[in-house]
């Protein structure tokens, strides 16, 4: 059960060990001044010292605490447990590569006194590649006017989140990870203000082309079903069109030129709506798959025996011979 007052600071982590201490101290220095502070780690299956440095953390600060995964399961899983996990009734979501400075937690924070549950962070300057701004950019506008789907222009994953209805957010019976269109689809009462954004100090980014990718198909086909219903109309016209196409090509009023063209249009629109129709039934089995987001490997903190990668069995020794027994 959470705390009474407080905040935790969830951070992911994913191989940063270099930048494990900057965060701390970061973190530390803009809100350790809050009664109840909390600095949740979720290790993401780091293969360098992430964890190690952690823990080193941990044992001399009682207020630093750790899930670790059995292995790398990805950002959206460790946002999913940083919420379940989170011991304050409050929560703020920070990279550790403090590309959103700790100190903004602030104008989030008074934002959410307002009566928010939700306070999404929107980069005034915004520091990523030309790719990414656009990518993401293009992706909410193309979410929020063609589609109908509610989702704050330009949120990031820096927020600050009343931490029960992050745990209503992150356990939601869906295969979808999409926080920032997730928020909206409950009734949460949310908004935005705009915060610095700074370089990475330390490490390697963690961006690739492909997750940016994911992350546009997440939003658009798993909120929305207008881009089926306008494939079904599409497929509709170009069917009705190749029919009459091969009525006249039949009479001879059309040549064969016209009719390979049609044929072929026929051909890409039928492949289109296949791979369409292929995309939300993986959706629908995400959905409905039974299957865990993550499994604990380590835990400085109480965690349910069904999120440990051993069900929370007994640690035992392998056997072995007795003396004076051959192996």
Partial sequence: MSAQTGLTAILPCYNEGAQVEVAYRSVCAALGSIDGLELLFIDDG???????????????????????????????????????????????????????????TWPLLHKAAEGY???????????????????????????????????????SSFRVVRTAVGRTIVDLPTGNSHFVAKAPQ??????????????????????????????????????SWRPLNIMYGVAGVVSALAVLLGLLGAFGLVSATALLVATLLAAAVGLASTALVGRYLHRRM?????????YIREANIVVTDEDRLDGGAAAVPPPVARLGVAS
């Avoid at 995400?286 to 993550?294: E, F, H, M």
Wanted: net charge positive.
């Fill in 286 to 294: 995400l959905d409905v798959r039974p299957r865990r987001a993550y």
């Fill in 186 to 223: 409950i009734g949460a009462r949310y908004t935005t203000v705009p915060v610095e954004h700074a370089q990475r100090e330390a490490g390697t980014s963690k961006f690739r082309f492909g997750r940016l990718a994911g992350d546009a198909f997440e939003l658009l086909f798993g909120f």
């Fill in 46 to 104: 780091s293969a360098d010292d992430t964890l190690d440095r952690i823990r080193a953390l941990s044992e001399k600060d009682s207020r630093v605490h750790y899930v670790s995964f059995a292995r790398n399961f990805g950002l959206a899983a460790a946002v999913t447990a940083g919420f379940r996990y989170a011991a304050r009734p409050w929560s703020v979501q920070l990279d550790a590569d403090l590309q959103f400075p700790a100190e903004q």
């Fill in 117 to 155: 549950d939700v306070v999404f962070g929107i980069r005034r300057d915004r520091k990523d590649s030309w790719l990414r701004r656009v990518g993401a950019a293009g992706t909410h506008r193309v979410a929020r006017g063609l589609l109908g789907i509610e989702v704050p222009q330009g949120a």
